[in-house]
C-alpha cells in the first residue's frame, strides 16, 4: 500500500502570508495526487487534482506542484477562511486509495 | 448539481452490522464513468479511504477492511450500500459519501463532490 506522509503537522501563519505544505508519497504516484481544504465540523473539499490542477471555483492562490513521490500545496497570500486542515490524498490507478495525516494551518 | 447523502443508524453496538446509504442526485450509474464511494473520520483525526463502487459495478476496497465491507449499488434508485460488520468502538467515525469518475482515456478523477457526512458512534 502507498503511505502519504505530510508535513509539517501544524503551521502558524498571518494573513497575507504565503505558506506551503508538503507531501510525500511512499513510491511513485506520477500526479495522481489531490489536495482537500476541511473546516471544523465540515465536509472536505476538493482544491487541487491530478498535482496541480485547480478544480473549478477554487481560488487561484491555491496552487499544487510535483509529480512522483514529492508534492506541494501553497497558499499564496492567506485569507481568513483559509485558517483550515489540509489534506493530500493518492488515486493511482489500481492501487488502495490514501490520505495524509492532515496538516492544521492556526493564525499566528 | 450532484448532491450525495448519507443514512444510516447513529449508533450501534459492538459485534453488529453497519449498514449506510448514500443517496444521490444529479448523476446516474446509467453514465460510464460514474462511481461512487465511502471515506471515514473518526473525530479528531485524519480521513481513511473505504471503498468506492463503479458504474460497471467494479468494486475497490481498503486492504485494511476488505473482510468488513461490502459495497453495492442500486441503480434504479441512485443509491449506494455499504455495509460494514462486527462493529468496534475504534470505528466510531463520520462517514462520507463521495462521487468521482473515471475517464477511460485519462483514468480517476480524485473525489469532487461529498456529502454532508453521518456520525457513527458505536458504543453498547
Known amino acids: 500500500d502507498i503511505q502519504m506522509t505530510q508535513s509539517p503537522s501544524t503551521l502558524s501563519a498571518s494573513v497575507g502570508d504565503r505558506v506551503s505544505i508538503t507531501c510525500r508519497a511512499s513510491q511513485s504516484i506520477n500526479d495522481w495526487l489531490a489536495w482537500y481544504q476541511q473546516t471544523p465540523g465540515k465536509a472536505p473539499r476538493l482544491l487541487i487534482y491530478?498535482?496541480?490542477s485547480l478544480q473549478s471555483g477554487v481560488p487561484s492562490r491555491f496552487s499544487g506542484s510535483g509529480s512522483g513521490t514529492e508534492f506541494t500545496l501553497t497558499i499564496s497570500s492567506l485569507q481568513p477562511d483559509d485558517f483550515a486542515t489540509y489534506y493530500c490524498?493518492?488515486?493511482?490507478?489500481?492501487?488502495?486509495?490514501?490520505f495524509g495525516q492532515g496538516t492544521k494551518l492556526e493564525i499566528k | 448539481q450532484i448532491t450525495l447523502k448519507e443514512s444510516g443508524p447513529t449508533l450501534v453496538k459492538p459485534t453488529q452490522t453497519l449498514t449506510l446509504t448514500c443517496t444521490f442526485s444529479g448523476l446516474s450509474f446509467s453514465t460510464s464513468g460514474v462511481g461512487v464511494g465511502w471515506i471515514r473520520q473518526p473525530p479528531g483525526k485524519a480521513l481513511e479511504w473505504l471503498a468506492l463502487i463503479y458504474w460497471d459495478d467494479a468494486k475497490r476496497y481498503s486492504p485494511s477492511l476488505k473482510t468488513r465491507l461490502t459495497i453495492s449499488k442500486d441503480t434504479s434508485k441512485n443509491q449506494v450500500v455499504l455495509t460494514m460488520i462486527n462493529m468496534d468502538p475504534v470505528d466510531t467515525a463520520t462517514y462520507y459519501c463521495?462521487?468521482?469518475?473515471?475517464?477511460?482515456?485519462?483514468?480517476?478523477?480524485?473525489?469532487?463532490?461529498w456529502g454532508q457526512g453521518t456520525l457513527v458512534t458505536v458504543s453498547s
Open positions: 490524498q493518492q488515486y493511482k490507478n489500481y492501487s488502495p486509495y490514501s
Open positions: 463521495v462521487h468521482t469518475f473515471y475517464y477511460d482515456s485519462s483514468g480517476p478523477r480524485a473525489f469532487d463532490i
Open positions: 491530478k498535482a496541480s
